[in-house]
């Protein structure tokens, strides 16, 4: 059993309409709606390096079957020395991304002075992990309104990442899809980047009725790894994937961020179909079971259905 924490806005105690195990309370953006019946893939490049460079990358996820555009043009770097992003002039490249492919923008904000100005482009406000105990710059999305990509924090808790929500929540904004990223444990680079945690995946969609979404990128660090970290995220019935893709046939090494971790299209557009079949699979046999049902009845159900197959 999860510990049962007091009741807050963002858990399910709050929510009586989604008392049932797993069901979400979906978030449109854009259009698009996330916690619906089908897992969104949100793609795109780790950083809006040029307007030819995003608007090609763009037009592949579009055609691979991605729901939504991601790009960084305020990036987080370790070093104060590396690359910082576009600002301003890379999101008017989103936009114009946004406008020939009809797909949503989802892009980081750094900065509690600049929820305003990333707010007036982006259809969804990530809030990266380095941030998500940044309280001011919580409050102020959460006071803007749009809905929010709430990242959990590198070293954060289950509950930490909870209270986070809170701040957004707080503010009367509920428009809240948290995304796990892979936490700091023995991972150093050489197979992964962080651990994905699936676990507290799991626990977290038990504990809160808001989309959980999962960026295997990240956590994966390596190109390879990360069409199977996807693959194992799906099977857990997320609600969507963020995943950084680079142009066919680019030198990784002349990317500006995270060059190492994008897949090609080809990959992205393999994943988009694996996660059609997994919500193809839970409308089918496998749905989900109705709210007085136990979880325990419900995942095996699922198991003597899968056995069935
Ligand atoms: C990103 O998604 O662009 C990013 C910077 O990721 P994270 O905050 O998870 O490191
Ligand atoms: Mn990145």
New binding site residues.
Partial sequence: MIPALPPLRVTRSSHPEYAAPFSTRPVMAGGVTVGGERPVVIAGP??VESREQTLSIARACKKAGARML?G?TF??RTSPYSFQGMGKEGLEILAEARAETGLPIVT?VLDPRLVELVGSYADVI?V????MQNFPLLTEVGRYGKPVLL?RG?GATLEEWLYAAEYVALGGNMEIIF?E?GIRTFANGAYDRATLDLAAVHALRRLTPFPVIV?P??AAGHADLVPDLAAAALSLGVDGL?I?VVQPGADRTKVKCDGEQGIVPDELASIVARAESEAALRRGPLAPVASNDSDDGRAKNRRVELVKQ
Avoid at 128 to 131: A, C, D, E, I, M
């Fill in positions: 780790c950083t991601r960084g990036k987080p980081e990530q990266g992990s380095r941030s990242k590198f995304c990223r960026d990128s990240h963020l950084e």
